[in-house]
């Protein structure tokens, strides 16, 4: 099993611009998320889905989009990147159903705008 | 809403001494605890977790953790430390109710090993 994998491992983009991160998993988990990182702020939720068709805001979703159209993929959508937006970006998947397994994460994306 | 504080931003121990790191949550439900780890450039590896039951909990590379409600934390030790555990660690709590289930995760501490 792959896990959880992210692409690209780096991307530097121009103010402005946009892009997309990729996130996929073959654990056929329902549950995925994604994370920012930041120096001193440990990880911040962006954005969620509890199954394909499903998604929701975390607690930091201003500047980005996600959508789920199959349980696979979760691609995280930057749509006028912004210095701030400058961060390690983490994807993460856990199974649904009943009980609670913790979240699995994938090596994640370093996004530097300038 | 759930929280989560790391007192300690940065620890510094010397290798073979024993490792205690503070977590403390703030959850209105029996909470859904974890611990990770960051190595530089990585991403996060789960060390242990505690849903129930007994309060003690065993991890990968020699980690332990103990869940005290009174106290509301859950911290880390391990009673020797190696050179490869320098890394960054996380506390995290989990939303146990509801479709949510997402993960609110502490500041972070810093741990060096010192030779």
């Known amino acids: 099993n792959a896990g959880v994998t992210q692409t690209p491992k780096f991307q530097v983009l121009k103010t402005g611009q946009s892009m997309t991160l990729q996130c996929a998993q073959d654990?056929?988990?329902?549950?995925m998320s994604w994370y920012r990182q930041d120096p001193g702020m440990g990880l911040r939720l962006i954005h969620y889905?509890?199954?394909?068709?499903?998604?929701d805001q975390g607690e930091v979703p201003n500047g980005y989009n996600v959508s789920r159209s199959t349980t696979e993929d979760f691609p995280l959508r930057l749509l006028s990147a912004a210095p701030s937006q400058t961060s390690v970006y983490f994807c993460a998947s856990s199974p649904g159903g009943r009980g609670y397994h913790g979240y699995t994460f994938g090596s994640g994306t370093r996004l530097t705008v300038v | 809403a759930q929280s989560v504080t790391q007192p300690d931003i940065h620890i510094t121990v010397s290798e073979g001494a024993s490792l205690e790191l503070r977590c403390n949550y703030s959850y209105g439900a029996t909470p859904y605890l974890f611990w990770y780890v960051q190595s530089p450039g990585q991403g996060l590896q789960l060390l242990l977790k505690?849903?129930?039951?007994?309060?003690l909990v065993q991890g990968i590379k020699g980690f332990e953790a103990e869940f005290k409600r009174s106290q509301s934390s859950f911290n880390l030790r391990k009673p020797s430390v190696h050179w490869s555990d320098a890394a960054e660690y996380f506390c995290a709590v989990g939303a146990s109710s509801g479709s949510a289930r997402q993960l609110t995760f502490g500041s972070g501490t810093q741990l060096t090993v010192l030779p």
């Open positions: 889905s509890v199954g394909a068709g499903i998604t």
């Open positions: 654990m056929n988990h329902e549950y």
């Open positions: 505690y849903f129930s039951g007994d309060t």
